[in-house]
């Protein structure tokens, strides 16, 4: 991409910007060679070329191979080498710590779980150092560890590495990025655990063909995350997302932060479940399982009241695609076809964006490693906020995602 303002900056923070820009190229193609990449980007051969070698280098690219075709051999591809570095990513929750070792595309190498019966700051930080600690042991010889990647529910400042408020732990202000740093000699990331989620498929999984897309988590609360222009949304102070608080009725449940009748107090999986064992002793995965029509009713209109809201929230977002997760997939189509069509029916346009399901796990764990992998491709960890020239003879260069 290119833009119109010539506004120049130093040498050091164009190659910052450009090197991003080629590695984000990389990424959501699956590779192209430097040819390809300087017409894609409008940087001069010799701008790639210096960019190139300095991530092959880096052990961030490799060649592939080149193949023939009726007029001759093609060029040599670059990709990403996945297994040039390694990331770790703890996801906190409040019963359990998971840590998982991955490659620079996110895949599991190994991985450790924990019990949590402690959830202050201190007491998490142990178990999770302990994890980690007994990864990098197996592990960590021989390849470069980018850093920790950590997820937790809450408020989350990842400039400062502060968890502003979590409802869910009952912290307030509590550095915690840099308690579990100390703790490891390792560089810790922070983010909420939605937006890790969101972030995680954005860049490897059902949202990397997007530039704009949303995720919607469903599970001890309810988040949204929202992927805008290829970037994750925070708001000014860290909310942006935080649709579990929306007001659902206010003569409702007893909602965690304080007020009555937000919508995870309503139809977040765990507050379900307690509603629906308040009337009756059978849980209720399994009066669904036997086709029990109260709990078909019951799954229904919780499915419909967030597909009501969440044709609100695509009014306002506007995304591609909506990725579901969350303990609540597990109930099934029950939950998830009165979500849906209660969306169709409440979006203001004839057809709302298609969900995707992912009743798996991995993007959980795997969101809190992709906050590291994350450093390396995102743009604002560059030198420079917004635009970059390129200070080797080619084009005024966009830091937008390719």
């Given at each position: 991409?290119r833009?119109?303002?010539?506004?120049?900056?130093?040498?050091?923070?164009?190659r910052?910007?450009?090197r991003?820009?080629?590695?984000?190229?990389?990424?959501?193609?699956?590779?192209?060679?430097r040819?390809?990449?300087?017409?894609r980007?409008?940087?001069?051969?010799?701008?790639?070329?210096?960019?190139?070698?300095?991530?092959?280098?880096?052990?961030?690219?490799?060649?592939?191979?080149?193949?023939?075709?009726?007029?001759?051999?093609?060029?040599?591809?670059?990709?990403?080498?996945?297994?040039?570095?390694?990331?770790?990513?703890?996801?906190?929750?409040?019963?359990?710590?998971?840590?998982?070792?991955?490659?620079?595309?996110?895949?599991?190498?190994?991985?450790?779980?924990?019990?949590?019966?402690?959830?202050?700051?201190?007491?998490?930080?142990?178990?999770?150092?302990?994890?980690?600690?007994?990864?990098?042991t197996?592990?960590?010889?021989?390849?470069?560890?980018?850093?920790?990647?950590?997820?937790?529910?809450?408020?989350?400042d990842?400039?400062?590495?502060?968890?502003?408020?979590?409802?869910?732990?009952?912290?307030?202000?509590?550095?915690?990025?840099?308690?579990?740093?100390?703790?490891?000699?390792?560089?810790?990331?922070?983010?909420?655990?939605?937006?890790?989620?969101?972030?995680?498929?954005?860049?490897?999984?059902?949202?990397?063909a997007?530039?704009?897309?949303?995720?919607?988590?469903?599970?001890?609360?309810?988040?949204?995350?929202v992927?805008?222009?290829?970037?994750?949304?925070?708001?000014?102070?860290?909310?942006?997302?935080?649709?579990?608080?929306?007001?659902?009725?206010?003569?409702?449940?007893?909602?965690?932060?304080?007020?009555?009748?937000?919508?995870?107090?309503?139809?977040?999986?765990?507050?379900?479940?307690a509603?629906?064992?308040?009337?009756?002793?059978?849980?209720?995965?399994?009066?669904?399982?036997?086709?029990?029509?109260?709990?078909?009713?019951?799954?229904?209109?919780?499915?419909?009241?967030?597909?009501?809201?969440?044709?609100?929230?695509?009014?306002?977002?506007?995304?591609?695609?909506?990725?579901?997760?969350?303990?609540?997939?597990?109930?099934?189509?029950?939950?998830?076809?009165?979500?849906?069509?209660?969306?169709?029916e409440?979006?203001?346009?004839?057809?709302?964006?298609?969900?995707?399901?992912?009743?798996?796990?991995?993007?959980?764990?795997?969101?809190?490693?992709?906050?590291?992998?994350?450093?390396?491709?995102?743009?604002?960890?560059?030198?420079?906020?917004?635009?970059?020239?390129?200070?080797?003879?080619?084009?005024?260069?966009?830091?937008?995602?390719p």
């Amino acid at each position: 991409m290119r833009f119109t303002d010539k506004k120049k900056i130093d040498q050091k923070t164009g190659r910052a910007i450009n090197r991003r820009l080629i590695l984000n190229l990389i990424r959501t193609t699956g590779g192209l060679s430097r040819s390809e990449l300087a017409e894609r980007t409008g940087l001069s051969p010799a701008a790639v070329g210096h960019v190139v070698g300095d991530l092959l280098d880096e052990g961030y690219l490799i060649t592939g191979t080149s193949s023939r075709n009726g007029s001759g051999r093609k060029p040599v591809p670059l990709m990403l080498n996945t297994e040039g570095h390694l990331a770790i990513g703890v996801k906190v929750g409040p019963s359990r710590v998971d840590c998982i070792l991955t490659d620079f595309g996110i895949n599991v190498i190994d991985g450790e779980s924990s019990t949590l019966t402690d959830v202050s700051p201190e007491a998490v930080v142990s178990v999770a150092a302990e994890a980690v600690s007994q990864l990098t042991t197996k592990h960590g010889a021989g390849r470069p560890i980018l850093g920790v990647g950590l997820s937790v529910p809450g408020r989350i400042d990842p400039h400062s590495g502060m968890c502003i408020r979590s409802h869910r732990f009952d912290w307030d202000e509590v550095p915690i990025a840099s308690m579990l740093s100390e703790a490891l000699d390792l560089p810790v990331f922070i983010e909420d655990d939605t937006l890790a989620f969101g972030l995680a498929h954005h860049m490897f999984g059902l949202g990397q063909a997007c530039q704009n897309f949303a995720a919607l988590a469903v599970g001890d609360g309810i988040g949204y995350a929202v992927i805008s222009d290829a970037k994750v949304r925070r708001g000014a102070l860290g909310t942006a997302g935080k649709v579990g608080h929306v007001l659902h009725d206010p003569s409702g449940p007893m909602c965690e932060c304080g007020r009555r009748g937000c919508l995870q107090a309503w139809f977040s999986a765990a507050s379900l479940a307690a509603r629906w064992g308040e009337q009756y002793s059978e849980p209720l995965a399994r009066a669904l399982e036997v086709g029990d029509k109260a709990a078909l009713s019951f799954v229904a209109d919780a499915g419909g009241a967030i597909g009501r809201h969440l044709a609100e929230w695509c009014t306002v977002t506007d995304p591609e695609l909506i990725v579901l997760g969350g303990e609540a997939v597990a109930l099934g189509a029950a939950f998830i076809r009165p979500m849906e069509a209660a969306l169709a029916e409440n979006f203001y346009r004839d057809t709302p964006p298609p969900v995707f399901v992912d009743d798996s796990s991995f993007y959980w764990m795997a969101g809190a490693a992709a906050v590291v992998v994350q450093q390396v491709f995102d743009f604002e960890a560059a030198p420079a906020a917004e635009q970059a020239t390129d200070d080797e003879g080619g084009q005024a260069l966009s830091t937008m995602a390719p």
